[in-house]
Nanobody
Framework: QVQLVESGGGLVQPGGSLRLSCAASGRIFSINNMNWYRQGPGKQRELVATITRGGITNYADSVKGRFTISRDNAKNTVYLQMNSLKPEDTAVYYC??????????????WGQGTQVTVSS
């Protein structure tokens, strides 16, 4: 089985920074895209950022220029550096990944989520 475990959430003041981490563990052959989603209070879950195995990134317009996604393939870990945080960034942030447990068998996995609260 595969697990995704997020860490790094918390309470931060507007304008502050946080770095989220998500480590994948278990029976892993390789990992394709790794993603960060978020779900704010009363809102639908939305895609925040994506990174391919080769390092190509894509961001939601609302976070471009403020958030940076990166990954360490040797550690099966993805990061989200969040700068210039705004109250509207408050949400539960979820890690998501497309993982091959063996060649030809691709499954999408979710982490349990980590709360990010931006407030003064």
């Amino acid at each position: 089985q595969v697990q995704l475990v997020e860490s790094g959430g918390g309470l931060v003041q507007p304008g502050g920074s946080l770095r989220l981490s998500c480590a994948a563990s278990g029976r892993i052959f390789s990992i394709n895209n790794m993603n960060w989603y978020r779900q704010g209070p009363g809102k639908q879950r939305e895609l925040v950022a994506t990174i391919t195995r080769g390092g190509i990134t894509n961001y939601a317009d609302s976070v471009k220029g403020r958030f940076t996604i990166s990954r360490d393939n040797a550690k099966n870990t993805v990061y989200l550096q969040m700068n210039s945080l705004k109250p509207e960034d408050t949400a539960v942030y979820y890690c998501n990944a497309d993982i091959y447990q063996r060649a030809g068998f691709l499954t999408n996995y979710w982490g349990q989520g980590t709360q990010v609260t931006v407030s003064s």
